[in-house]
Antibody, heavy 117, light 110 residues
Framework: QVQLKESGPGLVQPSQTLSLTCTVS????????VHWVRQPPGKGLEWMGR???????SYNSALKSRLSISRDTSKNQVFLKMNSLQTDDTGTYYC???????????WGQGASVTVSS | DIVLTQSPVLAVSLGQRATISCRAS??????????MHWYQQKPGQQPKLLIY???NLASGIPARFSGSGSGTDFTLTIDPVQADDIAAYYC?????????FGGGTKLELK
């Protein structure tokens, strides 16, 4: 059974760094791509970036200067780090599996992040 | 980036047909492959893949959901609408990076 689960701090102070972990099961990170997608409260979905099965990464150009995605295949984990957080980074952050190029066929439950002092 | 436009709200009666549209700022089709996908998101839940490549039903999705379209204009149809279908629906294109989503259509009961 394919599963993804996000974890991380629910509260981050402005200007600080967000660190999230996506732990996957039921599939291999060396066979599938994993994306990060976020959603501000009451708003739509925004693609943030992708960890490819071969270890390559790609990022949304709007976030590229602040964002880093990495992984530990031995632990079945993908990591997101984003610095210089502001209040408009508040929202729910999802990791998703890519079942076909950029088709997100499985989603984690999401990690709620609030940026506030 | 490719911009996807959806109407914000659609009101429908139970048992009737719902037609949700998505228009792209440029073609998202390559030859006969239509790189448009649809997701359902119920309140408080993560999105779920409904339709991929415009017309293919994802695993476990009921046959009352269907998709159509090509080029820049795509449609998600729910027929008949059931109470469990009240949710937000998002289109997403994979023709170009970055993948982009429509703003979502909230399906409401009339």
């Amino acid at each position: 059974q394919v599963q993804l689960k996000e974890s991380g701090p629910g509260l981050v102070q402005p200007s600080q760094t967000l660190s999230l972990t996506c732990t996957v099961s039921g599939f291999s990170l060396t066979s599938y791509n994993v994306h990060w997608v976020r959603q501000p409260p009451g708003k739509g979905l925004e693609w943030m970036g992708r960890m490819r099965y071969n270890g390559d990464t790609s990022y949304n150009s709007a976030l590229k200067s602040r964002l880093s995605i990495s992984r530990d295949t031995s632990k079945n984990q993908v990591f997101l780090k984003m610095n210089s957080l502001q209040t408009d980074d508040t929202g729910t952050y999802y990791c998703t599996r890519d079942g076909s190029p950029y088709v997100m066929d499985a989603w984690g439950q999401g990690a709620s992040v609030t940026v506030s002092s | 980036d490719i911009v996807l436009t959806q109407s914000p709200v659609l009101a429908v009666s139970l048992g009737q047909r719902a037609t949700i549209s998505c228009r792209a700022s440029q073609s998202v089709s390559i030859s006969s492959i239509n790189l448009m996908h649809w997701y359902q998101q119920k309140p408080g839940q993560q999105p779920k893949l409904l339709i991929y490549r415009a017309s293919n039903l994802a695993s476990g999705i009921p046959a009352r959901f269907s998709g159509s379209g090509s080029g820049t204009d795509f449609t998600l149809t729910i027929d008949p609408v059931q109470a469990d279908d009240i949710a937000a629906y998002y289109c997403q294109q994979s023709r170009e990076s970055p993948p982009t989503f429509g703003g979502g259509t909230k399906l409401e009961l009339k």
